[in-house]
Nanobody, 115 residues
Framework: QVQLVESGGGLVQPGGSLRLSCAAS????????MGWYRQAPGKQRELVAR???????NYTESVKGRFTISRDNAKNTVYLQMNSLKPEDTAVYYC?????????WGQGTQVTVSS
């Protein structure tokens, strides 16, 4: 079973930046499309960004132009660079395969955007 470990979250002021990382165990990482998801309090988990095996990226409308997803297959790691953060970006962020539902979720990393 693949294990996912997210890191890089924290408290940041509106307009600030954070870079999230997700390390995946196992050597099959490069075979799959990956996604970053988030879950805000009282809301369902949503897909924020995804990256294909060929590094084609897609973003939910609310983060387009602000977030960038990337991957390093040699390191089994996927990243999410988040710029111009807004209070509504506050959530626990998770990575997983896209589509999800096969691998177990990691513990996530909390992102709080507040002044």
């Amino acid at each position: 079973q693949v294990q996912l470990v997210e890191s890089g979250g924290g408290l940041v002021q509106p307009g600030g930046s954070l870079r999230l990382s997700c390390a995946a165990s196992g050597s099959i990482f490069s075979f799959y499309a990956m996604g970053w998801y988030r879950q805000a309090p009282g809301k369902q988990r949503e897909l924020v960004a995804r990256i294909s095996r060929a590094d084609i990226t897609n973003y939910t409308e609310s983060v387009k132009g602000r977030f960038t997803i990337s991957r390093d297959n040699a390191k089994n790691t996927v990243y999410l660079q988040m710029n111009s953060l807004k209070p509504e970006d506050t959530a626990v962020y998770y990575c997983n395969r896209f589509p999800s539902g096969v691998w177990a979720w990691g513990q996530g990393t909390q992102v709080t955007v507040s002044s």
